[in-house]
């Protein structure tokens, strides 16, 4: 989403005024009081035109995050308030855009905040530059190249705990898009006299730290170090912790860092091994040893440490050894070895030491350079960020101090050169009349120091290089004569005799009054340091190690490649790289970043004004705000102009349609403000007093006042009408609305009533039709009805004499006896058979026929029966009258019954009168005999059977031996009283004989036999023919038998299938005989 753009300037909601060029009146008291207020509200950055005066904050702010970085993103420089970032995005984009390379100057005194401000630069044009995979490598390695030189090029200060202790100038490169290509770092004089001693309270380089506090047990001990800090003399014990730094931690940082950068991981460890050997350098003593010749001589102490420190490069030790007691000195080519004594030996060790760690420190940027320089060879733009130390003024200043106040001359000098071109390019630019402007031109002081004739470098290297004894007193001597007359130089024995009571100026000291203030020297070791000497024998030693990293770093010492000639100066190394340096930035866009420190403890929320006063005065700031005014204190593109200010004009409100400029002319016309008091630039409107400025703001503010009561006053007014409009519109529709209802329901009542009315009326009409309709219907009915009667009674008067009177009757008897005689005819054909047991007889036809028809199916059968009847003898009538009498008395009664049903009633089965066995017994019975058959009588005692014949007469009944056929028993049938038997499927039976009778005496028969059915019903009818008496015949399962005394009980039961279909007997005791019957 587009953000939207709201127009805003500097001037809102300004603390003090945010750009210093507004200031009124201009003075130090107002410019410090200025910085204070804005710093008192968190308004670290103020401008000097379009330089940013940061003022350190000594905390952290929220004006960092990137919200803010979107804020200030593609923004015009004047549009929010005073910002780094504002900076960095004019920058930015006027590289991008117009194609013009960029540098960016920042300067301040140590502790002023210019290597944040460089990081927060850095990363603001990497937060909005282009974005991708290759280019965020780009600008991580950019990045992180920051953690790699602060370990190695910052330390603790007394002023800053993380001084940077070189200088640094990086040009990042660019391609036509704006996305980073790569760098290139430059670096300037590191302060190597640090490696060997540091001042009180301060450290050595922080990596030495960070290596003993972060490194693995097993790194150290393969860097032969110890993690003690009081183990090492160059190490300064009593500010070995720094508050709030973990120097552990920072070590993996950094090693990450060196990663990212490129570092290969044996190419980190060569380093660390740099480091350690350096640290362990440091531990190496000496102690004097006189020889007989009377020369001094030194001889190392302890040389374990110097065994460790060459195991660990790879350096024979009696080589390094050697070199630390022997000097070489070759003249037209003779080599002269003279010994060193204690102080030299020393001073040897401490400038090994400290020319490995500087070449170490030259060898870790060349090596960034290699990873971060761009890879292709397209066009590139450039911006170039500067973060070199500032000014510096200390008790003791020497050739360090001297060296870095020069180069801050030089900076001054381009600032003034760059600032006032650039005013004066803006003016021709803008066709506006120059006007000359007073400043202090620092250019002579710079000559002072730099001249190639008699300059104070080039005095310096003269006496370095002059032969004889050189000493600094007689540099200083030297100065005297030469630079006496110099307005800055100042000097107690120089001739110059304004000096010669000057106290406060020591014999062994110059005075140089540089741009920023006066600064005294002290000359001792200015001629070393300059030398910068290491013994050729050290070099060469160092170049036969078997490290190869320390082999690279001193080639000199390869003596193949033997120069005579002295290696350049540090003076002369140092004024060749700064010249370079500013021919660079002078074909450079300059953009400014002056830090200033609000106080000297390091602490927030303190702001010292002498302290801020003094830095003011050196950076030449109230002069560079002089500078700026000189001619016209401020500048507005027109547009921009217009925009703010065209509400005080009415000709230019609210829109002015002409071009932007006229649109000022007008507006500034009408506002009668003088016109010497602006001028009309080609673009641009120039004021000339920040007080016309102010009134201008002053109009807008009340201005802006009266348009928002005046919006007030409109939108009110529209809101109240737009109300009461709505209102009104309201009550039309609802009044409407409530007519229409009204209405509505009037109508539709009055044609409900008509309606009402319409229908009575209608039904009133309708009825009284139909009444009359209904009149004469009847009427016609009537008349058809008389007619028809009348008809009638012609026809019949008429017809009379053809009927008789019983015709009907005679038609229906005739009817009914047609169809009783086809009844009888159909009947004849469909007779059933003539079998009595047939149960079929045809259906019948009409229903008043019923009875007939029953009645003539039981005639039929009747007469079937008889028919049936009639063919029988009277031998087979009588065969049937006893099957007839034996189905009434045991049909349901007795389970043997149906068996017998189909069984002839034979009677004599044993023919007696035949059989001449029976002769005797047939000569016995007269009478005729009935039944003759063979019976098993059952044993009393024990229920077995023996067979005997068993003969019935008309009067008796007779048991007779079976074999002898002699009559064992004879019962007249009058004394037979009852027959007993069971209901079940057996032939058992028992004959009851009256008691008293004679042949009770024996007691009652129980027979068996296969004929029970016949027998009995045999012995009933003969008894009954006989004695008119019904025998009685007894079924039940358990009956009495009398056996002579006594009863026995017969029982019969429900016996297993186990001995076969024959009913068992057993005597079970002497009351009960039991019959089981399968
Ligand atoms: N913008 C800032 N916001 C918060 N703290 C800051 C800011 N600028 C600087 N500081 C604080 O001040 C300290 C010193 O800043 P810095 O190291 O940038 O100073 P310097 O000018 O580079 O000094 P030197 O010349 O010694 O290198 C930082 O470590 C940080 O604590
Ligand atoms: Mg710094």
Redesign the pocket.
């Known amino acids: 989403m587009a953000k939207m753009e709201v127009k805003t300037s500097l001037l809102d909601n300004m603390i003090g005024v945010g750009d210093m060029v507004l200031l009124e009146p201009l003075n130090e008291e107002t410019f410090i009081n200025n910085l204070k207020n804005r710093f008192d509200h968190n308004e670290?950055y103020t401008y000097i035109g379009s330089v940013v005066i940061?003022v350190?904050?000594?905390?952290?702010?929220p004006?960092?995050s990137p919200e803010k970085v979107e804020d200030y993103r593609n923004r015009n420089f004047y549009e929010l308030s005073p910002h780094?970032f504002a900076l960095s995005d004019e920058a930015y984009r006027s590289l991008r855009d117009q194609d013009k390379d960029q540098c960016i100057l920042?300067t301040?005194?140590?502790?002023?905040?210019?290597?944040?401000?460089?990081?927060?630069v850095m990363s603001y044009v990497a937060a909005v530059c282009g974005k991708g995979a290759e280019v965020n490598q780009v600008k991580e390695q950019l990045l992180q190249s920051n953690p790699v030189l602060e370990a190695f090029g910052?330390a603790k200060?007394v002023?800053?705990?993380?001084?940077?202790?070189f200088g640094k100038y990086m040009d990042i490169e660019f391609d036509f898009k704006g996305d980073p290509l790569g760098g290139v770092i430059s670096n300037y004089l590191l302060e190597k006299s640090r490696v060997v001693k540091q001042p009180r309270g301060e450290r050595n380089f922080h990596v030495f730290y960070q290596l003993l506090s972060g490194a693995s047990e097993e790194l150290l001990h393969k860097l032969k170090l110890e993690r003690d800090f009081s183990r090492y003399n160059y190490l300064s014990l009593d500010s070995a912790k720094v508050n709030g730094v973990d120097d552990a931690a920072n070590f993996r940082t950094v090693r990450n860092a060196m990663q990212i950068v490129g570092f290969m991981d044996h190419e980190a460890e060569s380093v660390l091994e740099v480091v350690a050997a350096v640290l362990k350098l440091g531990n190496i003593e000496f102690k004097p040893e006189s020889r007989v010749n009377g020369l001094d001589e030194s001889k190392i102490k302890d040389k374990n440490e110097l065994k460790e420190i060459c195991e660990l490069t790879g350096i024979d030790q009696s080589v390094l050894e050697r070199a630390f007691s022997f000097r070489t000195v070759e003249a037209k080519q003779e080599k002269v070895s003279t010994t060193l004594n204690v102080a030299q030996a020393y001073y040897a060790r401490d400038a090994l030491a400290k020319n490995l760690y500087s070449r170490l420190f030259s060898w870790l940027v060349n090596r960034i350079n290699e990873s971060i320089k761009a890879q292709t060879k397209v066009r590139k733009k450039v911006m170039g960020v500067l973060?070199?130390?500032?000014f510096e003024i200390f008790e003791d200043n020497s050739f360090e101090q001297f060296i870095i106040n020069y180069c801050n001359e030089k900076l001054q000098q381009i600032f003034i050169e760059l600032t006032l071109k650039e005013e004066q390019e803006e003016y021709i630019r803008e066709d506006i009349e120059w006007t000359h402007i007073d400043y202090f031109n620092n250019a002579i002081i710079c000559d002072l120091i730099e001249n190639n004739t008699n300059g104070i470098l080039a005095m310096l290297d003269e006496e370095c290089l002059r032969p004889g004894t050189v000493t600094d007193e007689t540099f200083l001597e030297k100065l005297n004569q030469i630079c006496a007359t110099h307005q800055h130089f100042e000097s107690r024995m120089s001739k110059c005799a304004r000096f010669l009571n000057d106290t406060s100026l020591p014999h062994s000291c110059f005075r140089i009054q540089h741009y920023a203030g006066k600064v005294l020297y002290q000359v001792e070791g200015f001629v070393d340091k300059n030398n910068d000497l290491l013994y050729r024998d050290l070099s060469q030693a160092m170049w036969k190690a078997g490290h190869a990293l320390i082999k690279s770093l001193f080639p000199e010492g390869n003596p193949a490649k033997i120069n005579l000639k002295r290696p350049p100066t540090a003076g002369s190394q140092f004024k060749a790289s700064v010249a370079t340096l500013m021919k660079n930035l002078q074909t450079k866009n300059p953009n400014y970043i002056r830090?200033i420190?609000p106080n000297d403890k390091?602490a927030a929320h303190i702001f010292n004004e002498s302290l801020v006063c003094h830095q003011i005065r050196y950076l030449g700031l109230l002069e560079n705000v002089r500078v700026r005014r000189a001619g016209y204190a401020f500048r507005q593109a027109y547009e921009p102009c217009l925009e703010r200010y065209k509400m005080l004009c009415k000709q230019t409100w609210p829109h002015w349609k002409g071009p932007a400029r006229s649109g000022v002319e007008v507006l500034f016309n009408e506002l009668e403000i003088p016109v010497e008091e602006y001028s009309f630039g080609r673009s641009k409107i120039f004021i000339r007093n920040p007080r016309t400025l102010f009134k201008l703001e002053d109009l807008r503010k009340q201005r802006l006042e009266d348009l928002a009561t005046l919006i007030q006053k409109i939108y009110r007014g529209w809101k109240c009408r737009t109300h009461f409009l709505l209102m009104k519109k309201s009550q039309i529709v609802i009044a409407a609305w409530c007519r229409r209802y009204a209405q509505q329901k009037r109508y539709q009542q009055t044609k409900a009533s008509a309606l009402l009315i319409q229908s009575y009326i209608r039904g009133w009409k309708a009825r009284k039709i139909l009444r009359e309709l209904k009149h004469q219907k009847r009427c016609k009915e009537a008349v058809t009805t008389i007619a028809a009667y009348w008809h009638g009674t012609q026809v019949r008067r008429e017809y009379r004499k053809f009927f008789r009177a019983n015709a009907g009757k005679k038609i229906y008897e005739f009817t009914l006896q047609r169809i009783v005689q086809k009844y009888f005819l159909e009947m004849k054909n469909k007779m059933p058979s003539l079998s009595p047991i047939d149960k079929n007889w045809p259906p019948r036809p009409y229903l008043f026929l019923d009875s007939t028809h029953k009645e003539l199916k039981r005639i039929f059968h009747l007469w079937r029966c008889k028919k049936y009847r009639d063919q029988f003898t009277d031998q087979k009538k009588l065969i049937y009258e006893e099957k007839l009498e034996a189905s009434e008395l045991f049909k349901d009664k007795k389970a043997l019954y149906p068996s017998s049903v189909g069984q002839p009633f034979q009677g004599a089965y044993l023919e007696i009168n035949k059989n001449p066995k029976y002769k005797k017994l047939k000569d016995a019975i007269e009478e005729k005999i009935i039944i003759a058959e063979v019976v098993n009588k059952i044993n009393r005692a024990n229920g077995k059977s023996t067979s005997r014949i068993f003969l019935l007469t008309n009067n008796n009944l007779l048991l007779a031996d079976q074999k002898s056929g002699q009559i064992k028993s004879e019962v007249p049938l009058v004394d037979v009283t009852k027959v007993s038997m069971s209901s079940q499927n057996d032939g058992f039976f028992a004959v009851h004989l009256k008691e008293g009778s004679e042949a009770a005496s024996k007691g009652d028969f129980l027979f068996s036999s296969d004929h029970l059915i016949e027998m009995a019903t045999k012995l009933y009818r003969t008894t009954l023919s006989q004695t008119k008496q019904k025998l009685n015949i007894e079924i039940s399962d358990e009956f009495l038998v009398q056996f002579r005394q006594d009863k026995v009980c017969v029982k019969f039961i429900q016996g297993n299938q186990k001995n076969g279909s024959v009913p068992t007997c057993k005597r079970k005791n002497n009351r009960l005989l039991e019959v089981a019957v399968p």
């Open positions: 670290i940061s350190n904050p000594y905390r952290s702010l004006i960092y780094i920042i301040g005194e140590s502790g002023a905040g210019k290597t944040e401000a460089s990081k927060l910052n200060t002023r800053n705990d993380n001084s940077s202790r973060d070199i130390y500032g830090c420190k390091k």
